[in-house]
């Protein structure tokens, strides 16, 4: 069992900039990608960035490329997102997840066996 824990959402002016962290406890060994996605109000949760947690191998949405970064610190069983350039289309509730198999590219949801509760980012144009 893995616990995620997510924080760092909240209220941001377009081209502004917020920084989320998702803090994994529990059999963390097992964990193989972290996976951040969201959803906003009327829409499928979508895929935001994967990182591989053994070599901090990293994938992107083209809808994110150059203004989210994904990174762990691996230590401490963090995983952050970045979040930079911000629009008013990125308001959504943000989630983390863990998986042990991932494929390459943009986290897809039906790999992730372990989510967190979400935090919500909204951008203000």
């Known amino acids: 069992q893995v616990l995620l824990v997510e924080s760092g959402g909240g209220s941001v002016q377009a081209g502004g900039s917020l920084r989320l962290s998702c803090a994994a406890s529990?059999?963390?060994?097992?964990?193989?990608?972290m996976g951040w996605f969201r959803q906003a109000p009327g829409k499928e949760r979508e895929g935001i960035a994967t990182?591989?947690?053994?070599?901090?191998?990293?994938y992107y949405a083209n809808f994110v490329k150059g203004r989210f970064t994904i990174s762990q610190d691996a230590a401490n069983n963090t995983v952050y997102l970045q979040m930079n350039s911000l629009k008013p289309e990125d308001t959504a509730m943000y989630y983390c997840?863990?998986?042990?198999?991932?494929?390459?590219?943009?986290?897809?949801?039906?790999?992730?066996?372990?989510w967190g509760q979400g935090t919500q980012v909204t951008v203000s144009s």
């Open positions: 990182i591989y947690t053994a070599f901090g191998i990293t």
């Open positions: 997840a863990a998986a042990g198999v991932c494929s390459s590219g943009p986290p897809r949801e039906y790999e992730y066996d372990y």
């Open positions: 529990g059999y963390t060994r097992s964990v193989g990608c």
